[in-house]
């Protein structure tokens, strides 16, 4: 038993005179700055650290408590965490937002300047990171046992700025001052190896063993970002890791007095780690992201295992103590190399590993599109990952073993299910593999783990039914709405009280109050507040001008053709050119969005056609306040908290049985916007929660796109029915928008006539009726405000909370394990 003074942890003040000095000391001690001459970022930095020294003390506690516990923990493994900022979230999270705000004030710093001056942490794309980020956040608020591991990326997703109409991508520099919140651990490193060869080692009796040799090694050295959770004093953790070279590595140049080689190669060794692919929904293929991929997945897997054993337990117990899920296939590969680590380097049989691996790997699915669904050439495999190839070959071969035996003489069904495919130049399927390796596979939404069954997984789900199992996805109330629109916050407490921040079902205690015309009026206050920030923001941004009384008309996400940003902005094109035509529309603002993959040329070609039409549109004197459309630039989570609660309308249009869930169309719900949405994601069950009078629900469902694909759509006939949409059409192909050179769009204007792959023309019709409905809505501002109070009434069901308490319950068998106050360290 080691002394007291070795085993105490601080227990520092929350008070504001507790927080005042942490932060006064922490501008001499940490920034090393005099506090008369410190600057707003000094101050920032000096304030981040007096909050961190509070965290890490939780954290040490909840680690202690769960290690006397006993309990069973979960691993969530994630390429992407899409975070944005940390400091005012951490502040609410530990429960001293008001606190710090006052101490701040006392030294003459006024908090909200401080909270504007802190970079997004963007280490994610879009919906599948920022699902990550709010699983973590909610996995400590509801005190769960859950850590997430992933890419400390020197660059995360890329800074958007339009030149002046097409997408430019800028890097994002975001550790340019360094991160106050994270707590390098250089004790912390394992060691990653890539190419090289394997060795078999041929033993008499018993089974034959392999060696992984003479590879290039890296270290991957962890950083560690402390979760708080909301309302509870537990704090959980986000281990990072950071490639750095190895001493070896450097060593064989340094003899050899090729000194600048030698530094050369350790910077290269180290870009594993440097920056975030950009592409959200579409594989890359390329040599450097597998060895990312490997890269986190090895050194997580490690640690879990160190841990593991640190703890006291046996390699059987795991499946018993760890749940690891992988999200997505881009951690998929952790199937191979856990078999890796327990047989080669643990010496378990290969029979008990697989089934210890397999009961404890789950894995998520995001996404039905082909493009997306990770293959590596196995020849890629085989150099960069030898040993792992070897494994991969050696699971498939039992597991088509069991297909045989199960449907004999198959052998198109074998060809279906394997992990090779053969068709294709032969390439290793990683979602084929995080099957087979798993115990567990979840789509994101009721229609997408439907048609997972259906379609992509048909043959696995005929094989192992038990194995498939819906998480509709959620968000955190505590980002999306406590700190997204604190009017709202306020507003709700004073009706219902604060019981729907732990509990979102609670929301629904609002719903007698829906006709009361006093709540109306003040939600309707608040709405308008809301869009004046917005408004605010637009014009500092952008230079454009909104008036906050006219309906706001809000698409943000990323720009793919299947989301259908096309829709929308043929539909602003539409109204601009009646309005000239002096027909009298319902007025609107227009915002949309999102960012392009940067080798997506498509998506690059929609969003300089918004922006110019953007540029018309706005300038024209004819139009007026009857329609503006903003491309709001380099959306981003902090962005995204200002735009959706001044959201009146929430565009999620998406060709049905593409969008596998969307969490913005719950974000925007949640702030009281009511949704123009197709049949596709989780918009079914935002209509099933909110019922049909909050929603505008238009187009084909996902079986009739199917059917429609099937008859052979023909754009072309459908134009010739529409008069308003073929206009539209003309209008853009005839270089209207494009007065410096009117060839731009004439491929656009192809594209729609000959191809349209989303049927953005069928649905054309169906959409605009549904933008009618809600115009007509809209203008009676009474049924408008208590459609809108139901529909945040309703939605409960999408907190993030019971998002996680479902995987806790049907994929991970972990309970929450809430860390009460210490003995020694008691203080609240
Ligand atoms: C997204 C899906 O497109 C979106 O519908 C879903 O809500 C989100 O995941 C969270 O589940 N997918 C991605 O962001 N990326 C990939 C590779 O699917």
């Known amino acids: 038993m080691a002394a007291p003074e070795v085993t105490h942890l601080p227990n520092l003040p929350n008070d504001v005179e507790g927080l005042r000095q942490s932060i006064r000391d922490a501008v001499v001690r940490v920034v090393g700055e005099d506090p008369r001459q410190a600057t707003e970022r000094d101050w920032m930095e000096a304030l981040a650290f007096a909050i961190r020294e509070r965290m890490v003390e939780r954290r040490l ?40 705000r006052q101490a701040m004030a006392d030294l003459g710093v006024n908090l909200d300047t401080i909270l504007d001056l802190e970079d997004d942490a963007a280490l994610g794309n879009g919906g599948l990171g920022r699902l990550a980020a709010c699983i973590l956040e909610s996995l400590a608020t509801q005190g769960y046992p859950g850590y997430g591991y992933g890419i400390r990326y020197e660059f995360g997703m890329f800074r958007q700025e339009f030149e002046p109409y097409h997408q430019v991508e800028h890097p994002d520099n975001w550790l340019r001052y360094g991160n106050p919140w994270e707590f390098p651990r250089s004790d912390r490193k394992y060691p990653i190896h890539f190419y090289g060869h394997v060795v078999e080692h041929h033993h008499p009796r018993g089974e034959t063993r392999y060696t992984w040799e003479n590879g290039e090694e890296v270290l991957a050295m962890a950083y560690d970002y402390p979760t708080a959770g909301y309302g509870r004093r537990n704090v959980n953790n986000l281990r990072l890791w950071a490639a750095k070279a190895t001493r070896d590595f450097d060593l064989r140049y340094f003899n050899e007095g090729d000194y600048i080689r030698a530094v050369a190669d350790k910077a290269e060794s180290e870009t594993i780690s440097m920056v975030l692919y950009p592409n959200d929904a579409t594989a890359i293929g390329k040599e450097l992201r597998l060895k990312q991929e490997y890269f986190f997945v090895s050194a997580s897997l490690q640690d879990i295992l160190d841990r593991h054993l640190a703890l006291g337990y046996n390699l059987d117990a795991l499946p018993d103590k760890v749940a690891i899920q992988l999200n997505d296939t881009h951690p998929a590969i952790a199937v191979a190399e856990l078999m890796r680590l327990l047989v080669d380097c643990h010496e378990l049989s290969w029979d008990r590993a697989w089934d210890l691996a397999r009961r404890t790997f789950a894995y998520t699915n995001h996404t039905l599109m082909p493009e997306a669904l990770e293959t590596w050439p196995v020849e ?119 019981d729907w921040q732990y509990d979102l079902d609670r929301l629904r205690a609002l719903e007698p109050y829906a006709h009361d015309a006093d709540l109306q009026k003040a939600f309707l206050d608040v709405k308008r507040a809301n869009k004046v920030r917005l408004a605010n923001l637009v014009r500092e941004r952008t230079g454009v001008e909104l008036n906050p009384d006219v309906m706001f008309d809000v698409q943000i996400k990323r720009i793919h053709e299947y989301k259908r940003q096309l829709l929308k902005l043929l539909h602003v094109v539409d109204l601009y050119r009646r309005i000239r035509a002096g027909e009298d529309v319902a007025p609107r603002v227009v915002l949309f969005g999102g960012k392009a993959a940067p080798g997506y040329a498509r998506a690059k070609g929609i969003i300089q056609v918004i922006n110019e039409v953007a540029d018309i549109v706005n300038h024209d004197p004819a139009v007026g306040d009857r329609l503006k459309c903003v491309f709001f630039p380099n959306y981003e989570v902090s962005s995204a908290s200002i735009i959706i609660p001044a959201a009146d309308v929430s565009e999620q249009i998406s060709t049905a049985g593409f969008e596998a869930s969307g969490t913005g169309n719950m974000k925007l719900a949640l702030n009281g916007a009511l949704t123009i949405g197709t049949l596709d994601g989780a918009n079914i069950e935002i209509r099933d929660a909110v019922g049909e009078e909050s929603i505008f629900i238009f187009g084909m469902t996902a079986d009739e796109v199917v059917e429609h694909r099937r008859n052979g759509p023909n754009p072309e006939a459908i ?58 809505l809209y203008a009676d501002r009474t049924a408008w405000a208590e459609a809108a109070i139901l529909n945040v009434a309703r939605m409960g069901y999408f907190s993030i909370d019971r998002t996680v308490r479902d995987y806790a319950n049907q994929i991970w068998d972990i309970i929450p394990e809430p860390v009460a106050p210490s003995r020694t360290n008691g203080a609240a």
């Open 380 to 498: 890629l495999m085989e150099r960069v990952l030898p040993r792992h190839m070897g494994i991969i070959y050696q699971i498939n071969h039992d597991f088509l073993e069991q297909v045989r035996h199960r449907y004999p003489g198959d052998n198109d069904r074998l060809a279906r299910l394997s992990i090779i495919d053969e068709q294709n130049g032969r390439r290793v399927r990683m979602a084929h593999l995080a099957v087979v390796g798993s115990h567990r596979v979840n789509g994101v939404a009721a229609l997408h783990t439907q048609l997972l069954q259906e379609t992509l997984f048909e043959d696995f789900y005929n094989l192992w039914p038990e194995r498939f199992v819906n998480v509709t996805n959620g968000v955190t109330p505590r980002l999306w709405m406590i700190q997204a629109n604190p009017a709202l916050t306020e507003l709700l407490g004073q009706r219902i009280g604060n």
């Open 61 to 100: 506690l909840t680690r202690r408590q769960f290690a006397d516990e006993d309990v069973k923990r979960v691993y969530y493994l994630s390429m992407e965490y899409l975070i944005g900022r940390m400091l005012e979230a951490n502040l609410r999270n530990m429960g001293i937002l008001e606190p710090a």
């Open 719 to 776: 134009l010739a029915q529409q008069p308003n949409l073929a206009a539209a059409v003309e209008m853009i192909e005839s270089g209207f928008f494009t007065c410096d050179d009117p060839g731009t769009h004439g491929d656009l204007g192809r594209y729609l006539r000959h191809e349209d792959p989303f049927f953005v023309i069928a649905d054309y019709a169906a959409y605009t009726e549904a933008c009618e409905r809600a115009d007509t």
